[in-house]
């Protein structure tokens, strides 16, 4: 690991530019006091600043609190939303360029752990009595007709719930290296769903989704949702059309070779994403497939034959 030094200086500066006198600046751990403007302006109603310095604002860790207002009002976070709540587009401007990349982009949030639904039944280890209902029957017909057969349904514990929070969704459930559950996405099989997708609150940045099914050795697939995954051997679902930082991170370090294949819908995010891997360690060791605009993995099967992976000069 490299550590870059930063000049916080510049930072701290246009932070009392923007914020006013501080009460307390501690270099070392990058913490300034303030005078909170929610609680000063919103809440007490001032013309100017209460002088309590209230505001903690940390510049290294890219967050800020305030210690009265922050359950009342939610005076807490990213550091980059107050700077654009309260500076100028100038103030902005500035503090995009001078923040280390990266920093107080994930709020720091402590996200509950992933459990599956209470209403959840996998399709493998439904009961006979279950499996003579039209509750399994429908569900399973939908699966049956996007091609997903018992063998898969029982490689990624696929389930559905038929009442509760996920009702007439068919859940697919993330596990993490050590077989852990870490995620899970509920698709409704229903014609026009209010939501097509209702998926638990985590933190999905940092999920590859069932990692332990990864072979790091053999070619990596890139593909968008877990349905396609389902259909590609080797295959991490993107949870959209986006790199994550974290999967990139990942993919860096442990990839051999990595294949592109995202709806064709979606081509040119599948160019950026093959640019941003193309390089360094992975340099020529990126392949993309092209799908025709009107179909998806899950409508081929993940049958490629007629759209080979190739690689671009
Ligand atoms: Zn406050």
Redesign the pocket.
Known sequence: MTETIIDYEPIADLLIDVFGEYKFHNEHSGQIGFS?P??SYD?KGLDHLDGKG??EVNYKLGVYK?W??AET?G?HGVLYYLVKKYGSSRHLKNFVTLMPEGTGEIQKKHYKKVILPKDFISFPRASAGMKMTPIYKVPFNYLKHRNVNMDMMTKFNIGFCYEGEYKNRIIIPSYDEEGRLNYFTGRSWEKNPFLKYKNPEAEKQTIIFNEYLIDWEKPISLVEGPFDSIFVENSIPMLGKKLSDHLFAILYEKAKKIIIILDGDAWKNALKIYDQLNGGRLFGKIWISKLPEDKDIAELCGDLTNYPPYQID
């Open positions: 909170c929610v609680c809440i209230n505001l305030c009265s207002c009002h005076t």
